[in-house]
């Protein structure tokens, strides 16, 4: 079980067993940012305002992306080129990866604007880095994989701290 990838609602699309067979990519999951909502009651989540074709038009663009638990970071990749929604280059991702005291591994793949390096000590929640959308990625999200080892292990979000962060959105 994770901490919350981001401060706001958000959603995710999982990878099915087989699909990717890469560790940190089997088992993994692609968050998005929703957003839409005018009120309680009218509208709609969506994840992009007007038709999504720049990255700004994106909820989640440049949202901040919060550490998993607290661990270690053990890895970090740079990838400066940033996408247009659509198209993506074929090249690897900005990366974070993370390792707990159980030496859970999770990886968080299209971030941008890393804020950690290896070596550095993070906390569940803390800010580590910004959505982005780079490598091989079609629109501004983040890739999150977990594993242990050679095992891959399915994501689960701590549903109960998510309401903490804001338990007034519906």
Same mark, same amino acid.
């Given at each position: 079980m994770l901490s919350p990838l981001f401060n706001q609602r958000f959603v995710c699309a999982e990878h099915p067993d087989g699909e990717l067979r890469q560790l940190g990519d089997a088992l993994g999951t692609?968050?998005?940012? $929703? +957003? +839409?909502? $005018?009120?309680?009651e009218n509208g709609f989540f969506r994840l992009f305002r007007t038709d999504g074709?720049?990255?700004?038009?994106w909820y989640g663009w440049h949202a901040e992306v919060l550490a998993p638990f607290t661990g270690t970071v053990v890895g970090v990749s740079n990838n400066p080129v940033t996408n247009t929604p659509g198209s993506m280059k074929p090249s690897l991702p900005s990366f974070i990866v993370f390792r707990r005291a159980d030496d859970l591994i *999770?990886?968080?793949?299209? *971030?941008?604007? $890393? #804020?950690? #390096? $290896? +070596?550095?000590?993070?906390?569940? +929640?803390?800010v580590v880095a910004l959505d982005g959308n780079n490598g091989f990625a079609r629109a501004p999200h983040v890739h999150v994989g977990a594993y242990r080892g050679t095992t891959p292990f399915q994501i689960r979000w701590d549903l109960r701290a998510e309401h903490r962060i804001f338990p007034d959105q519906n």
């Open positions: 692609d968050c998005l940012v $929703i +957003g +839409g909502m $005018i009120d309680r074709k720049r990255n700004e038009d *999770v990886a968080y793949a299209h *971030v941008t604007d $890393i #804020r950690v #390096r $290896i +070596g550095d000590r993070v906390s569940a +929640g803390q």
